[in-house]
């Protein structure tokens, strides 16, 4: 007999089947046991006698039974299976509990302080609101890929070991390399941009690393990375453009594979609007000055605060959750970033904003190999380590940009997520790998 | 004027065109000035007056033109684009190299050694059969992921920094964590069984790390590791059958997203038969024994001459260039893997060896918490370095198993290459981090 799946039964009205998972559930009515059993596509309620009162919840196991229509009133809408249930005829225990859990799986949430949830990460895995945030992230990351392998981007491998800090900061991770030093890598940018100056349009998924002295709830010192970067753009404007499109296809993507995983957190993706609205710097500092009178005109970045306020006046003004704001000071910004050629205290980089915090950063970079090497001297780089970079642009770069955002980020955005290690498996921190360190 | 690609242009016979791209090859044929354009699709040959005989190699440019058949004498069948040429009418240069190529990218082989390669990746990354290389290793995870998602696995990362070695052995590298030690994850093996034992299938793409002390044409510091794992199996064969499937369908892709890749390396992909044969080790030994007069008979792994003999041997009675063996002895390998429960000297560990060496190993684990924690003991691991891993265990865990091979590897060996290396576009080892160290 074929295993069914939990979500294919409700196509099998009348038909005996074989099926296989988690006991999460168990709830006993007089002479019946009620138990929802979890597989990898979801839950499904199973009718027993009461001889299952004995399964210990969180036991692998695996039942024959009849699927059956539930009555009209016991329909459960919030359940992909809720129109179905089996009735038990026989079943087989896999594995029991050794121990008795550390908390309770059975209830919609999962009432537990963060520590206690990652220190038990293995069992707090197994709770469907826990598997609904890693299953949107796969989706994040999975429409990422597709939508950029749609427009021509190709897929490389960025390394994780590097010889040098690339672009300066003392935030990074030193490995003992045999008897040499060698540093964990905090970003792709400088492989990018060597790939992109051979292949044009590419993108990669990669581990970044900071060394973030710091725990806050918006810091891991290792991160999911969503890099691309593209050739042959007319203006940093085609970044942007390309930018947009993609994060519009990540949350059409959420919204059409992951219904039932955002309505357990009741939240609505970002509102966009056809043409996202893109600011100056100044003219985002002019708005907050000219709407809510806090004058930051002239400041060399937004602060938080009017990282929030911009959001918030764009939001009343036009509907939209999204923000591009492009044009900061080119001193305060890394070497490789394009200068706006009329203006050249400014440069062409953008950063997206969405409900107040930034999603996504990116621009047009620098292409010609004087200017770049001219760049890279001015800002302190050590040329010698970054020579493989520098060589690319000898010989023959054509005007280009990329972006980057983070997985973990995105995905604690979209589901307003309090805490970014909620949003990763397993979190690393200064005081965190897998247990307190 | 809309960009038009060079493999577009094939269907464009009388149009004017927009093309963008490098100039990789210039022939001046007296008043005529012959240039092949490479942009991200391939290349397209375009024919000017001899004023673009000017135009350095490599010069990143773009052409207006007219899209004509090519006389039928002039057809090139090995390019995608060999029906047809470009006659240009003007053309503009973004960018001129500014230094002369370290070697010449012009030619079908790309004849320099391969440490000249490596200190120029950003050159030899440009030339088209190196860039063959990629797309097929890009086509190899890509579909590794694709058929994984087809068949119900989910996606998930692990991590790279990790608290413990937690295989055992010497070769890690070590990370200064703040004040604290760390590790580079040598294997995503733990993990993925945890995140089995919550999400049923998944699969990881994600880097390795082996501080391995020596410099062969095999061994790489960091790679790729393609790895799933999947639970509530009958037995080992079913994830035997999963990876050969899988395998077979890698194959099917390459051929059809890469002909022209594969052509470029005068290969043929392995050839694969219905059903892949299998032996135990102890039936490979006696084989080999009986076939070739060697007597292996007694070791506890097949050695390379010995995997090389049996492939040979099952080439010439099936076929296949794929063969399975399992079986071997329980203690010579990890602790996690599951002994045959009626000869537990044996374990149901599998390997997949294809052309005479090793393409993926696998196998069923132990799922029971009191058997793993007996093995873990036994193998002498730190049971509270590994405590998390355990811990998944604790809850009821089905009969399991998973697999896992290297991106670089298997590129490697579906093309011929002498060394992994070149299927590796930064690889790191003990001499290199992009250059000698």
Redesign the interface.
């Known amino acids: 007999m074929n295993?069914t799946?939990a979500t294919e039964t409700i196509s099998l009205i009348g038909q005996k089947v074989l099926l296989?998972?988690?006991?999460d559930i168990k709830r006993d009515h007089g002479k019946l046991t009620f138990i929802e059993l979890r597989?990898?596509?979801g839950r499904i309620q199973c009718v027993g006698f009461n001889k299952m009162s004995e399964l210990?919840t969180?036991?692998?196991i695996?039942i024959i039974g009849m699927v059956k229509a539930r009555p009209e009133k016991m329909v459960n809408p919030d359940m992909p299976t809720g129109t179905v249930e089996i009735d038990v005829e026989e079943y087989k225990v896999?594995?029991?509990?050794?121990?008795t859990?550390p908390f309770d799986l059975g209830k919609a949430e999962l009432d537990v302080e963060l520590p206690t949830l990652l220190d038990?990460?293995?069992?707090s895995?197994?709770h469907p609101k826990v598997?609904a945030i890693?299953?949107i992230?796969?989706v994040i990351?999975?429409s990422f890929?597709e939508f950029l392998?749609q427009n021509?981007f190709?897929?490389?491998?960025?390394?994780?070991?590097?010889?040098a800090v690339a672009e300066g900061g003392a935030e990074v991770?030193?490995?003992?390399?045999?008897d040499?030093k060698?540093y964990?890598s905090q970003s792709p940018q400088l492989?990018k941009q060597?790939?992109m100056?051979?292949?044009?349009?590419v993108f990669s998924?990669?581990?970044v690393?900071r060394?973030e002295?710091s725990v806050t709830t918006r810091h891991l010192?290792?991160i999911?990375s969503l890099d691309a970067e593209m050739?042959?753009i007319e203006s940093w404007t085609d970044v942007k453009d390309m930018a947009e499109n993609l994060i519009k296809y990540v949350f059409e993507q959420i919204e059409k594979q992951c219904p039932h995983e955002l309505k357990m957190f009741d939240v609505k993706l970002p509102q966009t609007i056809e043409k996202t609205p893109t600011l100056s710097l100044t003219e985002a500092q002019e708005m907050i000055f000219q709407k809510l009178g806090k004058d930051m005109r002239g400041d060399k970045d937004l602060n938080p605060e009017s990282e929030r306020d911009i959001c918030s006046i764009i939001k009343e003004e036009t509907g939209s959750d999204l923000v591009f704001v492009y044009g900061y000071p080119t001193k305060k910004k890394p070497f490789y970033v394009y200068p706006n050629p009329e203006n050249p205290e400014f440069n062409e980089g953008v950063d997206l904003l969405c409900r107040g915090v930034e999603l996504l950063s990116g621009g047009r970079r620098i292409?010609?190999?004087?200017q770049l090497l001219k760049h890279a001297k001015e800002w302190g780089m050590d040329t010698e380590k970054i020579?493989?970079?520098l060589?690319?642009f000898?010989?023959?770069?054509?005007?280009e940009g990329g972006f980057a955002f983070g997985?973990e980020r995105i995905t604690m955005q979209v589901l307003g997520l309090k805490n970014v290690r909620e949003a990763t498996?397993?979190p690393?921190d200064?005081e965190r790998?897998?247990?307190k360190?």
Do not use: C
């Not at 296989?20 to 006991?23: I, R």
């Not at 896999?94 to 121990?99: C, D, H, L, S």
């Not at 190709?154 to 010889?163: D, L, M, R, V």
């Not at 292409?367 to 004087?370: A, G, M, Q, S």
């Open positions: 295993r799946l296989k998972g988690w006991v597989d990898r596509t210990l969180q036991s692998a695996e896999f594995a029991v509990p050794a121990e859990l038990h990460r293995p069992v895995l197994r598997q890693f299953k992230q796969a990351i999975d890929r392998k021509g190709f897929e490389f491998q960025a390394p994780a070991i590097t010889p991770f030193e490995v003992n390399y045999f040499k060698a964990l492989y060597i790939v100056s051979a292949f044009e349009r998924v990669n581990k690393f060394a002295p010192t290792e999911v050739g042959f292409n010609d190999y004087e020579k493989g970079f060589e690319a000898k010989y023959g770069v054509p005007p997985a498996m397993f690393r200064m790998i897998d247990y360190i």
